[in-house]
């Protein structure tokens, strides 16, 4: 520990950004780099604690996560930042983790919920500085490809290139097998290019990992689909062992009245298609559903939601709502979640801090439940009908109370689905042949992640369910591990 009453001395200060009515006229990253001196005080703020909690990556049976998932040796590289050490503390993030330039930015940090000094003032920014210490790592030149010095010659397939497959990819080629990535889109990062928007994960922070990997030695195929234009008779032939890292791509509805009705679509199937023109083209294409003078809603309150509002701002929307269906949190914790628990509290993302720039208030709307879309005389969607609702539990089962009297009507050209996935799309499991459960996801047991099938093995969204990227880069981690000792017998990942 550099020093001992830095968390007495120091205020947490996080990176500043830039003015919100500014960035939302372009696509570009608005976090600004703080100077080393600034971050080596924020390192000082961790206070070596005799319980880390900060790095525990554990959770509590019906409640939140505890900590980092990946198990960042966190008081190590802030004590090691403090003491201008970056190369060191650098080594020592990617002992832990693949790819600390996509958790530095798109992570919700639960490792500063759980920080010890958030117990009575504001956490350690652990976040921001671990954001800076890879961009100094990559800056100064320290990031280099590292191939295996030598090959053991097996060969595993990693179906689907989103953070799981490629923290599994990483560290199986690490390992000295050959790896193939196979992903069915056009481009390389599964969610990581296509699921989050530019301005959050730029898709050249993406590429220049991705090109890392192809130098160490890990092959990436794309615009292939197992089980469309890549049999499952040539996956087994041609591989030693399969990892299963298709995400969950199912969609969650909203069967209410008027669904069918024009201008209603899920959020990814608006967020895909303008990162893909955006990329291709700079949206002179045109291949993209353009929220340009619409007004919108999004229904579904979490980060998928937040990222349409901010896809929309830049597209010029006329008006923005966000529906959650639950109630406004507290600005504090409740006494049924305590710290090192995730706090459930009331913040405000980047996209809603945007949107309140440009519209002048915060755009969501709480305890809102659609009843009814109606539609136009040429079937598209032109109003929502609402009503609040309490959320309660009887017998172990939510339920979802309408309050009378809280019905309203709403303006919308556009309206956006985000209200999280169901499990993976199962054609492809049940053309392998893998068992699922009772969610629909891969049936494999944490810690272990094998399938039915012998030497096929699953991790991710599409094993645990819709989650983070921080959960999915774990158990890429550590569904390498296992198959590599399937492999070889032993294995020295971590």
Not at 88 to 96: I, P
Not at 344 to 352: K, L, M, N, R, S
């Amino acid at each position: 520990m550099g020093k001992p009453t830095g968390f007495m001395e120091y205020t947490r200060e996080a990176p500043p950004k830039k003015d919100p009515l500014a960035r939302v006229k372009n696509w570009q990253e608005f976090q600004i780099v703080m100077p080393e001196e600034k971050l080596q005080e924020q390192g000082a703020r961790c206070m070596d604690c005799a319980i880390p909690f900060c790095q525990a990556g554990t959770t509590m049976e019906g409640s939140d996560e505890i900590g980092c998932p990946v198990y960042n040796l966190i008081p190590e590289w802030n004590d090691l930042v403090y003491r201008g050490k970056w190369k060191e503390a650098l080594e020592r993030l990617h002992k832990t983790n693949n790819f600390p330039e996509f958790t530095g930015r798109v992570c919700p940090a639960p490792c500063e919920g759980s920080c010890t000094v958030a117990l009575n003032d504001d956490p350690v920014t652990i976040k921001s500085i671990e954001f800076h210490i890879v961009e100094k790592g990559f800056k100064e030149g320290w990031i280099k490809a590292s191939p295996p010095k030598k090959r053991t010659g097996k060969h595993v397939a990693v179906i689907g290139s989103g953070p799981a497959g490629l923290a599994a990819a990483a560290q199986l080629n690490k390992a000295g097998h050959h790896v193939t990535v196979f992903e069915k889109d056009d481009r390389i990062g599964g969610l990581l290019t296509y699921g989050i928007p530019d301005v959050k994960l730029p898709y050249h922070i993406v590429e220049r990992r991705l090109t890392l990997l192809e130098e160490e030695g890990v092959k990436f195929v794309t615009n292939t689909e197992i089980g469309k234009n890549y049999s499952t008779e040539e996956l087994n032939k041609n591989f030693d062992s399969v990892i299963l890292c298709t995400g969950a791509q199912v969609h969650r509805d909203v069967p209410a009245e008027g669904r069918g009705l024009d201008g209603i679509h899920y959020a990814m199937d608006f967020l895909r298609p303008n990162t893909k023109s955006l990329l291709d083209s700079e949206h002179k294409d045109g291949n993209y559903i353009s929220a340009e003078g619409k007004n919108i809603i999004v229904i579904g309150g979490g980060d998928t939601g937040v990222d349409c509002i901010t896809t929309s701002l830049r597209h010029g929307c006329n008006s923005l709502v966000q529906f959650d269906i639950h109630p406004e949190k507290d600005s504090t914790r409740d006494e049924n979640n305590p710290w090192p628990l995730y706090p459930q509290v009331y913040t405000q993302e980047e996209g809603h801090k945007e949107a309140e720039a440009v519209f002048g208030n915060d755009p969501r709307a709480y305890k809102v439940m659609t009843k009814k879309f109606v539609g136009d005389e040429n079937g598209r969607v032109k109003e929502l009908h609402t009503i609040e609702v309490d959320t309660v539990y009887e017998n172990g089962k939510k339920i979802r109370k309408e309050i009378p009297g809280t019905e309203r009507v709403w303006k919308a050209d556009l309206v956006f689905l985000a209200i999280g996935f169901t499990g993976p799309e199962q054609e492809p499991l049940k053309q392998m042949e893998i068992e699922t459960d009772e969610r629909s996801n891969v049936k494999a047991e944490y810690g272990k992640y094998s399938t039915n099938k012998e030497g096929v093995f699953a991790a991710g969204d599409s094993r645990r369910g819709q989650s983070l990227v921080v959960w999915a880069i774990h158990e890429g981690r550590e569904a390498a591990r296992e198959c590599d000792k399937y492999l070889m017998g032993t294995t020295n990942l971590t």
